[in-house]
């Protein structure tokens, strides 16, 4: 009878790993456990300090290692581009020439414009007035290359900052698997202890936020920002040939994965979201 009744047991949001924990907290508290229930509490503890640990040292320490290593690497390139011991290009990439051309022919149409709501005198063509809208183009082709030589500067720093975070990630992720495993395992307890209707919301929230219909503009802007992030020319054939395949890959791997291992972990919870997307 006690079986039954805890197989119907009431499952809510909150997972029942921190229940069952603060449970354990308060009976030791009060004074009425055992010492294994006491040792037990404190391997529970442990397990759940442990793997907030690891969680945010996985987060944190790769996020101040990227912004130090950015930090002293563009100090020390426009050092060395300053004392001339190193030089950068101007323009990377196409588009970013394309860009400049255009802002320069803007500049230049409004240049002429406001000359012609000028006196007369201006639209001479003396000396003096050669001389001076000769200074103008010239002040803006040094604002122009400037800009464009620090954009090219931080495009070649985000290629060295984030290659050398990631392979610090890895490197992390290598030297932890102690804490990795705990850390599993916890969030697996987690994620199993949540209900069946809990479970499929996040499963339908993700699938359809990674491969759903409204997915492709996503995805379609975070190619633009990791191509211009890296200084990579945007093809938008190659951005919709991967929105057009990438997210059906990601689709059948995921279905994969529902039906040979979810199905085996939980069953009901397959029943459930086929329930739900039918």
């Known amino acids: 009878m006690n079986f039954s009744r805890r197989n119907f047991e009431q499952i809510g949001l909150i997972p029942r790993s ?4 603060v449970q354990r907290f308060i009976k030791q508290v009060g004074l009425n456990t055992d010492l294994f229930v006491l ?3 404190r391997v529970s503890r442990y397990i759940a300090l442990a793997s907030f640990q690891c969680f945010f040292f996985l987060i944190v320490c790769p996020w101040i290692f990227h912004w130090v290593l950015n ?3 563009i100090n020390f390139l426009e050092f060395s581009l300053n004392k001339g011991t190193f030089v950068t290009p101007i323009f990377l990439n196409w588009p970013q020439q394309e860009r400049a051309f255009s802002q320069i022919q803007i500049f230049s149409q409004k240049l002429y414009f406001e000359t012609l709501l000028e006196s007369s005198h201006r639209l001479q063509t003396s000396a003096p007035s050669s001389i001076f809208l000769e200074k103008i183009y010239f002040s803006y082709f040094l604002k122009c290359a400037n800009f464009y030589n620090k954009q090219s500067l931080l495009i070649l720093t985000n290629w060295i900052t984030d290659l050398t975070t990631l392979v610090f990630l890895v490197c992390l992720l290598i030297f932890s698997t102690p804490q990795m495993l705990i850390l599993k395992t916890f969030c697996m307890e987690a994620l199993l202890s949540l209900s069946e209707t809990t479970k499929c919301f996040f499963l339908i929230f993700f699938l359809d936020l990674l491969v759903g219909f409204h997915s492709s503009k996503s995805w379609e802007i975070f190619l ?4 211009e992030h890296f200084g990579l020319p945007i093809h938008q054939n190659f951005i919709a040939f991967f929105i057009s395949t990438f997210p059906v890959l990601l689709d059948t791997i995921f279905k994969y ?8 972990i939980s069953p009901s919870t397959v029943a459930t979201y086929q329930a739900m997307i039918e």
């Open 18 to 21: 921190i229940v069952r924990t």
């Open 39 to 41: 040792y037990e509490f």
């Open 71 to 73: 930090f002293v690497l």
């Open 224 to 227: 633009q920002f990791c191509m």
């Open 257 to 264: 994965w529902i039906f040979r291992y979810l199905n085996k």
